[in-house]
Each structure stands twice: as C-alpha cells, then as structure tokens.
Nanobody, 115 residues
Framework: QVHVVETGGGLVETGGSLRLSCIVS????????MVWFRQAPSRDFVAAIR??????YYADSVKGRFTISRDSAKNIMYLQMNSLKPEDTAIYYC??????????WGQGTQVTVSS
C-alpha cells in the first residue's frame, strides 16, 4: 500500500494562491485515483484525478479556482489554489485509492485564508 504526505499549506490573504503537494511513496502500479479532501469541521471532497488518464473532478465550490494535477513520473500530485477565500480555510488531506486496498490518507496540511 502507498504512503502519502502533504506539503505546502500556510497562511495567505483573501485572493491569494497556494500550491499543495502530495508525495506518493511505495508501489504505484495499483494506484488508480488520487483525491483532495478538506476538513473544517466536516471532511468534504475537493478534487480528484485519475492517476493514469489524468481525468479530473472538482467540487462545485472550487471549480474555476483550483486545479488538480499529477506528475506520475515523480509520483507527486498537486492542488493549485487560486483566488482563495476565507471559507477555503481548512486542513487539506490527500488520499490514494488502490485496487484491493482501503484509501491511504496523509496527515493533512493547514490552509488558512485571512479576510
């Protein structure tokens, strides 16, 4: 089963940008989807990407502002967040879905958007 670690959180002003990274370690041959969720206070879906095809999916609340991408050669997934709003403040978690295994979660990274 893969292991994932998030980096890139921080404090930013309203309208600013941040890029989160999710570093994947371990064998990725069974990896099919990577996801971003955020928690504040409930854990809500943000975006997902199919590891092989690169197809992407977004929550309505972030469409047009956030972009999910991956570099499969480096085993890194990204979340570029632009036009940030105070309501984007949350702990952001990345998750990895593999065939035949439960989702692997990272430890989370805090994003705080000041008004």
């Amino acid at each position: 089963q893969v292991h994932v670690v998030e980096t890139g959180g921080g404090l930013v002003e309203t309208g600013g940008s941040l890029r989160l990274s999710c570093i994947v370690s371990g064998r990725t041959d069974e990896l099919h989807t990577m996801v971003w969720f955020r928690q504040a206070p409930s854990r809500d879906f943000v975006a997902a990407i199919r590891w092989v095809s690169g197809d992407t999916y977004y929550a309505d609340s972030v469409k047009g502002r956030f972009t999910i991408s991956r570099d499969s050669a480096k085993n890194i997934m990204y979340l570029q967040m632009n036009s940030l709003k105070p309501e984007d403040t949350a702990i952001y978690y990345c998750g990895a879905d593999e065939n035949g295994a439960p989702r692997s979660w990272g430890q989370g990274t805090q994003v705080t958007v000041s008004s």
